[in-house]
């Protein structure tokens, strides 16, 4: 998997000094509309660890999104996002180690229905539920934002643009960790397993345990892309561990590239502003959307990522 | 000194016997061939031996430790090295990563995960050494995918050098090269066997002969005979089981 260049990761950095400078002339409806897409940036660039990363295709990974968002709701109301935060990475990342350790007995078509009966099972533990609290979702008080007992009290017209830096700060957080973790070793057996895994478990490779802990790893990230969209919406609902959504992310990859790191990131902005463009011209949305999706598809084989030579390696 | 043995080694594929009760040793310093026809069971051998297949009946031991049920990966670790007949590595990557994936394998465990790839001089001395060792290290930047079929064998034996394994499993290394090619891959394998103990299976009775130390001939996953070359190419029953249709 590619990781952007220099000029790559320059570019990446403009965009985000953009994204960062949006609250200055966007409005409070485009602030948001921008933090929908950093929260689906970072559950898709979760996803990618395991996909374009290990090569493992999961249709489970919206359950871990859906478990972090559950975490504001279940913890007590209005405590430090300090505390949810790590909470909502930890609960995602012990269900993720519960169905790694399961479904990662399989490979390829019975990975894809074993993670896509997993994160059924963890949808319906919050579809309609006490634990859950109803299937239509509910409202949730949102993380206060407390570290180390300094606090940001935020006026109700700059919310918006706080969540934005919230979320394009771990985004970014989140997209250099993983590029850093791609150098490593880690990440080079990572791309040994994705381009045969029977070879390296032959050069001594206990494959299924390298392929768990970056199971793990997304599903703690996806924790933190739930996390962030409950707290940006004060929302949670059982359908954001919906399989659906997973697929979602899935089209992102697929739309950015999935051969390189910052692929899901392009995927997902490409996402929300074509589903955005595509509400004002027409009411059938899906359609527009599909076509758009399959002709970018069809057309970049490597995804928007594929696009211009700054992007190489 | 025995590096590998292997008692009463069975494999069974529905009604077919692979591989019929094989027993054989493998010794560091020997160079020790297995010939024999089209499925004979040599390769299934090799697959039983490296843990990628397991047996029906019998044991291997590993420096005399029973490794029976250990998987692939965990014998690799204890010192078994391999090359596949049909040429099996990551095309997508340089020669180098390939040598170099190959030696990252040593003590590979959450403690070193997190470790610098391009700054790990353990990994990225032996990537080096096994490369020089086959004499593709003016080569270690290429693409996997576009090195010829020759040098292409030649790093599947680098991967199986990394970490100085006791065992190497060798299964047609020679394959598809010509003469001139094959010739110094000979002297390389004779020049192994020094260090290692050296299991070859191969189809070429001139190379056979003219590197082996010990020779063990499979027809049908049993074994006909087991001697020095000398003796086999004496041997009457194995010139006309095999010899005899197959040159
Ligand atoms: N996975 C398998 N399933 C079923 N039968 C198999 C399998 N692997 C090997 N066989 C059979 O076992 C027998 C031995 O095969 P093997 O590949 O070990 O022979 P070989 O001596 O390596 O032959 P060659 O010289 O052609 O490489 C053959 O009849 C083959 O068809
Ligand atoms: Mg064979």
Redesign the pocket.
Known sequence: MLVAGRRGSLLLALAALLVAALPLFASNYHLQLASTALVAAMFALSLQLVVGGAGMVSLGHAAFFGIGAYAIHLLPAGISIALTLPAAMALAAIAALAVGALSLRTRGFFFLMTTLAFGQMLFFVFHDTPLGGGKDGVFITRPALELFGLAWEIPRRQRAAAMLWINLGLLAAMYVGLALLMRTLFGRALLGIRGNEDRMRALGYDTRTVKLAAFVLAGALAGVAGHCQAMTEAFVTPEMLAWHHGAEALLMILLGGLGALHGPILGAFAYVGLGEASTLITERQRLVEGLVILAVVLALPRGLAGIGRGWRR | MTALAAEGLTRR??G?T??DSVSLTLSVGELHAVI????????????LLAGE?RPSAGRILLGGEDVTTWPTWRRARRGIGRSF?RTNLLRDMSAHENARLAAQAAAFGPGRWLRDAGRDAASLAEAARVLERVGLLGRADAVAGTLSHGELRLLEIAMALANRPAVLLL??PLAGMGPEESEPVGALLRDLARDHALLL?E?DMDVVFAVADRVTV?VD?RVLEHGVPTAIRASAAVRDAYLGHGA
């Open positions: 594929f529905g077919l692979a591989v024999g026809p089209n499925g004979a069971g040599k390769s299934t051998l090799v697959n297949l007949q299964d047609e299976i189809h499979m996953g």
